[in-house]
């Protein structure tokens, strides 16, 4: 992961983190960092004592000339006796050196009830900054709880960070106070055990901190007190007997701030961990081509192999630091090409074009469907992408398909029974289908100067909207509740520019029940790339666009634009959910990423080729 210039000290702990706690960490490191002071650790204990060679001198023991010197005493003692008189001789210089001491710091946090919530954000910062500091200084760094004195941990891994998040407690000072007592008392008497397991430790440590709650004296040696300022600011003071240094922080938004205060901070480390265990690398690259496929719902996403006639199936993990499990791998044959691709549920499946008809490979109840003709669909040239298509499967009597072709054409295959399947074209001019529940599909069509929202269960349209010009694309995003439509779609048209250049009119219209129908127009140059669009948001709702270097992910609204992901290599496919807050991607190290919440979560990064 890339880092700014300035936290490029810290990097070895932010390696620890997903992108957006490292931004939020970053400011809080960058400002505190300051106040520390100079460090004033570096004990020496002993003389100085010789170690290698430092120079050639002309004074020094004789016991330290060079041996070309002794030469010439046995060969030409004159010439030695002159080099003696006129100080001539040359002699080795040792280099001196003073053996430092085992120099250790410990801070100790104060976990107590007076320290929870964002004041631990502020834990986390001095953790880092110390454990910076001894390094920088070749010395080593311990830490421990304030109610648990003389119990030191090292500081080696992000677990023993975690460790120290989850070291919450509700009683003064942490578990082993007595939460009867006076909360100051209780402070004092832990620093007082505290200070005397210290001064018999050994080595004794040089620098000690005592980090929390506000109090009265230096603590242990330093002392930083953490406590709110007002409803958005927390203060800071860092005092010790050399100086006093005070400071005023804006809290971040709890969005940013809670999955690193729950210590959901380890996934991208803990992901790739699972697949060297499960040797999910050795199964075949990712398509660069083919966008991922997300279920309905959200709970399973597909990605074929390049190169490969299979595609890999994830279940996705719960949460953000879950395990990933390996995925299932799924081959359609040797040889055979797929046409169209969708998930049911969990198992990836298709239409696979054959000489006299369709194969509906792993289509449960299909079989072999009748051919449409070349008109309706063109299976001799292939497609670049995978054709879009949604099946519904309610047992023996009833099982439909549905496919969306290149031609904008909306086919359907129907098997009822041991009839056999009938075909039949449901619409043209189809600009977008995504399924919606376990039996319904929405699809948009643009018809006779107005955008036709459409339910595969009926025959009258869920929404009509105004809609003058050509359509070129259109995303959906929302679902279906009681034959109403809750979401929204965005449709792109093409205008010309000055000087030949070219850019896209999206125009997104939002339907809710709760609010009024609203609609807004947002103006791209041809280099931006839109992908999909995001799920309602109170007022809003904005697309999901790739920056024409594609490597970041944007969410573009009415009112703002924000950055949703950052790559570190340029994002080759996207694919965005239509009814969860799911998006997928694949960049062009071959990594999946998936991202949940307004992007504000990372529940996989798998793959690459950098390992």
Avoid at 143 to 159: K, R
Wanted: glycine content about 10%; hydrophobic content about 40%; charged content about 25%.
């Amino acid at each position: 992961m890339r880092v700014p210039e300035a936290l490029k000290p810290w990097r070895p702990w932010l390696d620890w983190f997903d992108a957006e706690i490292v931004d939020l960490l970053g400011d809080l490191l960058l400002r505190l960092h300051p106040m520390l002071g100079a460090f004033r650790m570096r004990a020496q204990r002993g003389a100085a004592e010789p170690e290698g060679i430092d120079d050639l001198r002309r004074r020094g023991h004789y016991e330290r000339l060079l041996l070309s010197e002794w030469a010439l005493a046995d060969e030409v003692p004159e010439e030695f006796d002159r080099r003696a008189a006129g100080g001539e001789h040359l002699f080795l210089s040792p280099k001196l050196v003073a053996r430092e001491a085992d120099a250790l710091t410990v801070a100790v946090f104060d976990t107590g009830p007076g320290q929870l919530g964002a004041a631990r954000l502020v834990h986390v910062a001095m953790w880092i900054l110390l454990a910076e500091r001894a390094q920088a200084a070749k010395a080593r760094f311990a830490w421990g709880v304030l109610g648990a004195p003389g119990v030191l941990h090292p500081a080696d891994a992000p677990e023993r960070l975690k460790q120290l998040l989850q070291a919450r407690s509700l009683t003064p000072g942490g578990p082993a106070s007595d939460s009867a007592g006076n909360a100051q008392a209780a402070r004092d008497h832990h620093e007082r055990e505290w200070r005397r397991a210290l001064d018999e430790a050994d080595p004794s440590p040089g620098e000690r901190w005592s980090i929390g709650a506000h109090a009265a004296g230096y603590g242990l040696g330093h002392r930083v007190d953490v406590a709110r300022a007002g409803e958005q600011q927390l203060a800071v003071t860092i005092a010790s007997r050399q100086a006093r240094r005070e400071l005023r922080l804006a809290l971040p938004s709890p969005e940013r701030s809670s999955a690193l205060l729950r210590g959901e901070f380890e996934r991208v480390e803990v992901l790739r961990l699972t697949e060297v265990a499960t040797g999910a690398r050795g199964q075949g690259k990712l398509s660069l081509k083919q966008p991922p496929l997300i279920s309905w719902g959200g709970r399973h996403i597909a990605v074929p192999l390049a190169g490969e006639s299979a595609a890999h199936v994830y279940r996705l993990p719960s949460s953000a630091v879950a395990r990933l499990a390996p995925p299932k791998t799924t081959r359609w044959g040797k040889g055979k090409s797929l046409l169209a691709a969708t998930l049911t549920e969990r198992h990836f499946a298709g239409l696979i074009p054959l000489s006299q008809g369709l194969e509906g490979w792993q289509l449960e109840g299909m079989g072999r469907l009748p051919l449409p003709p070349q008109g309706d669909l063109d299976v001799t040239t292939g497609t670049a992408r995978l054709l879009p298509c949604v099946f519904f499967n309610r047992g023996a009597g009833y099982r439909r398909l549905l496919l969306l072709t290149s031609q904008r054409k909306l086919l359907s295959w129907t098997s009822q029974g041991s009839e056999p399947s009938a075909y039949e074209v449901v619409g043209e001019q189809v600009l977008a289908i995504a399924r919606t529940s376990a039996t319904q599909a929405v699809y948009l069509r643009c018809h006779d100067g107005r955008l036709h929202l459409h339910s595969s269960l009926h025959a009258e349209a869920l929404d009509c909207i105004a809609f003058q010009g050509q359509a070129r694309s259109a995303f959906l995003s929302g679902r279906c509740s009681l034959d109403s439509w809750q979401g929204g779609c965005c449709v792109e048209q093409i205008v010309g520019g000055h000087g030949g250049e070219r850019s896209s009119i999206w125009r997104v219209f939002m339907r809710t029940a709760e609010r009024p129908a609203t609609e807004y127009e947002i103006v791209l140059p041809a280099d931006w790339k839109v992908v999909g669009l995001s799920q309602p948001d109170g007022d809003d709702m904005g697309l999901i666009a790739l920056r024409p270097d594609r490597k970041a992910l944007l969410r573009i609204g009415a009112q703002e634009r924000s950055v949703l992901y950052e790559s570190p290599s340029p994002i080759s496919t996207v694919s965005v959910a239509v009814d969860a807050d799911l998006i997928a991607l694949v960049d062009l190290q071959g990594r999946l990423v998936v991202l949940r919440d307004g992007a504000r979560k990372m529940l996989v990064y798998t793959g690459g080729d950098d390992g």
